[in-house]
C-alpha cells in the first residue's frame, strides 16, 4: 500500500538528517484538545468545548468552513450531512454528489440544524462512527461560528483565571477559493479582531494546503500586520486531501511526497513554526512492542526549528496500535521515545493527566 512505502520513504530519507533538534523543554510539551473533549461529546459543539477547557488542554482546535453568506462556522468538513440532520430539514439541497456543502447555506440556516455524534450511511442507515461515544441525536447541540467559540474561551480564560488558546485549521483552502471564497484573510480577519496578532499570541494557525501556507505567510498576514504562528499539516498524496485546479478547471490531488524527502522540512520550515503529521507518519506502524520504529520525522523538523503536533489519540477500542500496550503508554512512545513537543486529542483529560502524573504540568 502506498502509505506503508511512504512511510519506508520517511525513515530512509529523514534519518540521514544531522544531529543538533530542537524541541519543547518536556515541560513545555502540549495537548490540543482535537474538536473539544470530542471522545465526550458531539464534536465542536460549544458543550465539548466547554468540557475541554475544563480539562486544562493548552489548546483547543477549531476546524473551520465558510457558509453561503460569508461566515466562518467550526465544522470538520466542508460539508453538512456527518455531524446534523440537513439531510431532513432541506432535502432538496444536496449536490449531484448527495453532499450537502456548507457553502451552499446561510448561517441563519445552518443554526436550523441540529448537531449529534457524527455517523456514516450504510445500507440507508445512520451508523455512529464511534459507537462507544456519546448517542446520536441527544439533546440539542448546535453549529458554533468561530466568533461564538473564540469568545467562550476567552470568557472562561477571564473567569477562570488560565490562559487556554485556540488552534484553528482553515480547511480546505483550494475548495472555498474555488467557490470565489478567500477564506484565509476572513479567519485571520477574525483572528486580528479577537487580539491573535503575533508569535506571541496564544494560536497555531493550521492547513494541510503548503501553497496557502505560503500566501498566509508571504502576502496576507504581511498586508494584515500579523505574524501568527503556522502549522503545516501533513498527509499522503493519495488521501486527496488537497487539490489543485488545472488550466482545464479539473481538481488534481497536491503531492505531498517532497515533504517527507530529503530537504522537505527545511523548505516547510521557510514558512512554518511547526508540522502535524499523523502518527504513522511519526513512529512506523511496523514497530513491535519494545521495538519502537521512528521514521525520523521528529528529528527532521526539530533540526529546522520547528515543533511537532501529531494526530489524532484515540482511547476508542480498536484505536489503540499494537506496539503500544494502551493509551498511557502510546502517549508515552510519542512524548518520550519519539519526542513529540505535543499531541491532537479527543481525550484531552488523558492526555493532560498523563504529562500531570510525569510532573510536567
Ligand atoms: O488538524 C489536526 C488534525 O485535526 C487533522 O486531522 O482531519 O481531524 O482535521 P482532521
Ligand atoms: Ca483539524
Known amino acids: 500500500m502506498k502509505k506503508i512505502c511512504l512511510a519506508a520513504a520517511i525513515a530512509s530519507t529523514l534519518l540521514a538528517a544531522p544531529a543538533f533538534a530542537q524541541s519543547a523543554p518536556d515541560s513545555d510539551k502540549i495537548v490540543v484538545a482535537h474538536r473539544g473533549a470530542s471522545g465526550y461529546l458531539p464534536e465542536h459543539t460549544l458543550p465539548a468545548k466547554a468540557m475541554a477547557y475544563a480539562m486544562k488542554p493548552d489548546y483547543i482546535e477549531q476546524d473551520v468552513v465558510m457558509t453561503k453568506d460569508d461566515r466562518l462556522v467550526v465544522l470538520h468538513d466542508h460539508y453538512l450531512d456527518r455531524v446534523t440532520n440537513v439531510a431532513q430539514v432541506f432535502p432538496d439541497r444536496a449536490r449531484e454528489d448527495g453532499r450537502y456543502y456548507a457553502i451552499d447555506f446561510t448561517l441563519p440556516e445552518i443554526k436550523q440544524l441540529s448537531v449529534t455524534e457524527g455517523f456514516n450511511i450504510k445500507d440507508g442507515k445512520q451508523v455512529q462512527g464511534f459507537p462507544e461515544r456519546y448517542p446520536m441525536w441527544q439533546s440539542d447541540f448546535k453549529v458554533p461560528t468561530f466568533e461564538e467559540e473564540i469568545e467562550m474561551i476567552q470568557g472562561l480564560n477571564k473567569s477562570l483565571g488560565y490562559d487556554i488558546g485556540i488552534y484553528p485549521e482553515i480547511k480546505a483552502p483550494w475548495f472555498h477559493r474555488h467557490e470565489g471564497k478567500d477564506i484565509s484573510k476572513a479567519v485571520l480577519k477574525v483572528l ?126 480498536g484505536r489503540i496500535p499494537a506496539y503500544a500496550n494502551d493509551f498511557n503508554d502510546m502517549l508515552d512512545i510519542f512524548y518520550n521515545t519519539a519526542n513529540v513537543d505535543g499531541v491532537f486529542t479527543d481525550f484531552p483529560d488523558k492526555a493532560v493527566g498523563y504529562l500531570s502524573s510525569k510532573g510536567r504540568k
Not at 498524496?237 to 488545472?246: F, I, L, R
Open 192 to 317: 486580528k479582531d479577537y487580539g491573535y496578532i503575533s508569535k506571541d499570541s496564544n494560536v497555531f494557525l493550521q492547513t494541510f494546503d503548503f501553497n496557502e501556507l505560503k500566501r498566509i505567510h508571504d502576502e496576507l498576514m504581511p498586508a494584515m500586520g500579523m505574524d501568527v504562528k503556522l502549522v503545516q499539516l501533513l498527509a499522503y498524496t493519495d488521501w486527496n486531501e488537497t487539490m489543485v485546479y488545472d488550466g482545464k478547471g479539473l481538481a488534481q490531488p497536491y503531492s505531498y511526497d517532497w515533504m517527507f524527502a530529503k530537504g522537505g522540512m527545511e523548505k516547510v520550515a521557510k514558512y512554518a513554526d511547526g508540522v502535524g503529521p499523523w502518527k504513522p507518519m511519526v513512529v512506523s506502524d511496523k514497530s513491535t512492542k519494545g521495538n519502537i520504529k521512528l521514521t525520523g520525522l521528529v528529528k527532521a523538523a526539530h533540526e529546522q526549528g520547528m515543533q511537532v503536533h501529531p494526530y489524532t489519540f484515540r482511547a476508542d477500542t
